[in-house]
């Protein structure tokens, strides 16, 4: 990052700060954001820079694999009761008109899913309590193998504690007071059984089952034509039209396929 950039996030708790607080490594951060310190420079740090260049690729695959697109790339987000607290998004979803988090990753061939989970969930948590999302995605490139999308629903009290942690850590950088390092905010379990539910007595399920109904097969129809057009689509090919809608593809290779205008 430039200097300029570096001067900025000395300015707000971003959303990898936030697996510093939660895991209790206050004074190392907080030298950071009084400037005693400088962050790691990881300009040539191999597996942070191809997390960088695959990131466009990343949600190119999050795109295709749930049909939602992604906007928000690189947007900055401020928390709007507290203005340290922020982040820069990798992209936000809209589901049922609300926005959900989407947090890329390229990690190890050898990475064990569940314990990507762990170590980015508070990530995630954090830019649901900067955003508002009570969903979040985490978009995983393992090695050069496969594609996961983790889905993280936020976890009420446990962002209520996360932003007790912020704030009191915050009051430290404000008041310039060196802080002491924390006990660990552990990530909270995920149920050992899952619940069974009966929506019958629910109207907004019944609307959304009626929606889902109505529209199932045409949705079916609506992926294989997609993949019927895209496949038309020679590598070389940026812009396709024709028959009231255009294709165009991205620097990423992804094809987007939208009406006419």
């Not at 609506?222 to 009231?244: R, S, T």
Request: neutral net charge.
């Amino acid at each position: 990052m430039t200097p300029k950039q570096h001067a900025e996030r000395r300015t707000r708790i971003g959303g990898s700060d936030a697996g510093k607080i939660v895991d209790g490594l206050w004074h190392e951060l907080w030298l950071e954001k009084t400037g005693r310190s400088e962050p790691a420079d990881l300009s040539w740090v191999l597996p942070v820079q191809i997390g960088v260049v695959t990131e466009p690729l990343n949600i190119a695959f999050f795109e295709h694999a749930t049909g939602y697109c992604v906007f928000a790339q690189g947007s900055i987000y401020r928390h709007p009761d507290y203005r340290f607290i922020g982040a820069t998004l990798d992209g936000l979803a809209l589901i049922a008109d609300a926005p959900a988090v989407v947090q890329c990753k390229h990690v190890s061939a050898f990475a064990k899913i569940d314990e990507v989970e762990r170590r980015y969930f508070p990530q995630v948590m954090h830019e649901c309590l900067v955003t508002g999302a009570s969903l979040g995605f985490l978009s995983v490139l393992i090695g050069t193998q496969r594609h996961e999308i983790i889905e993280c629903r936020r976890d009420s009290a446990y962002v209520a504690r996360l932003l007790e942690l912020e704030r009191a850590f915050w009051s430290y950088v404000d008041r310039d007071i060196p802080p002491p390092d924390q006990q660990a905010l552990p990530v909270p379990p995920k149920p050992e059984q899952w619940r069974v539910v009966d929506f019958a007595g629910s109207n907004s399920w019944a609307t959304a089952a009626t929606d889902w109904l109505a529209h199932h097969t045409a949705a079916k129809a609506f992926n294989q034509a997609e993949k019927a057009l895209k496949a038309l689509i020679e590598p070389d090919v940026g812009k396709a039209f024709g028959g009231g809608i255009t294709a165009t593809r991205n620097k990423a290779g992804a094809i987007t396929i939208r009406a006419a205008t």
